[in-house]
């Protein structure tokens, strides 16, 4: 099957009205920040809630459209992450690295440039964009242009 072969339309086209009341619903809980409550965190934050969900995924995959199972994988995405910060557990953010983790591991993987032997003496013998200003001689020199009419073979 070729990706021209795959006619998004005519998936779309093809849902169930579950299936349209869950995307509807899928959508809605991505968009808006509504919080797991209280009662749900605590099975959905456990291991027993993450093997639920990976089967409620394997299960849309093969039952439901794939539209719909893709769009579950960022709810459950969500749901897990929602849930942890309600827990404090946070067994999925153990994982996921703070921007200011990522930056201080970048800034290890790349310190701070320092300059070579031959950028010195370049530096030092040409200074580009240093040099003093152009000062102009006046001379009477004129050059003569001369006719070189038959000068080149072309």
Do not use: C, H, W
């Not at 339309?9 to 299936?19: D, G, H, I, Q, R």
């Not at 439901?64 to 969500?78: D, H």
């Not at 983790?101 to 320092?114: E, H, I, L, T, V």
């Not at 240093?130 to 072309?154: C, H, I, L, Q, W």
Request: hydrophobic content about 45%.
């Amino acid at each position: 099957m070729k990706f021209t072969d795959l006619q998004i339309p005519n998936m779309v086209k093809s849902f169930s009205k579950l299936e349209i009341v869950l995307l509807v619903f899928f959508i809605i809980y991505l968009v808006l920040p509504i919080d797991t409550p209280a009662f749900l965190a605590g099975v959905i934050d456990s291991p027993l809630g993450m093997l639920s969900m990976f089967i409620i995924t394997v299960y849309l995959f093969v039952k439901v459209n794939p539209i719909l199972a893709v769009i579950y994988i960022f709810v459950a995405y969500e749901l897990l992450r929602r849930s942890s910060n309600l827990t404090g557990r946070q067994t999925i953010m153990k994982y996921t690295p703070s921007q200011r983790k990522k930056d201080s591991q970048m800034r290890a993987m790349n310190p701070p440039k320092q300059e070579t032997l031959e950028e010195e003496v370049v530096f030092q013998m040409a200074p580009i964009g240093r040099s003093d200003p152009s000062v102009y001689t006046s001379s009477t020199f004129k050059p003569v242009a001369e006719n070189v009419k038959g000068a080149s073979m072309v």
